[in-house]
């Protein structure tokens, strides 16, 4: 059976904090998010200078009941950060930069995960 090949830069592209990047997430394995998608970028700046990011997948798929979603605006079109999905990749795997999340959109993430990951 042929492999899939992942798309990868030649050269890593500069990525900030809050952007929003496509970003090839294949391989995977078991339910994790598959194929090249669109992905907020939450790790800090710095953290960047190591080839490595830590992103949030966005679906098309709206889930507004679901607590650990967070419903935006990506590109023009109604999206969902999948903030349960959060995985770090490496920069290599950025095809290209479609957006950045509004103020209001970026500090309602941050209390989002907060709120998943730093509370008891």
């Known amino acids: 059976m042929a492999s899939k090949k992942t798309p990868v830069s030649k050269s ?3 990525v900030q904090r809050y952007e929003v ?13 598959r194929k090249t998608r669109p992905c907020v970028v939450i790790s800090p700046n710095p953290m960047h200078q190591t ?8 679906t098309t798929s709206l889930h507004p009941q679901w607590a650990h979603r967070l419903q935006i605006s990506c590109a023009r079109k109604a999206a969902e950060i999948m903030v ?3 995985r770090a990749v490496s920069l290599a795997r950025f ?3 479609i957006d950045t999340l509004s103020a209001k959109d970026a500090e309602a993430l941050r209390d989002l995960i907060a709120l998943l990951y730093a509370t008891p």
């Open 12 to 14: 890593p592209p500069l």
């Open 21 to 33: 990047h496509l970003v090839s997430l294949d391989p995977t394995a078991g339910r994790e998010v």
């Open 51 to 58: 080839g490595m990011a830590v992103v949030c997948p966005l």
């Open 84 to 86: 349960d999905q959060i």
């Open 95 to 97: 095809v290209k930069r």
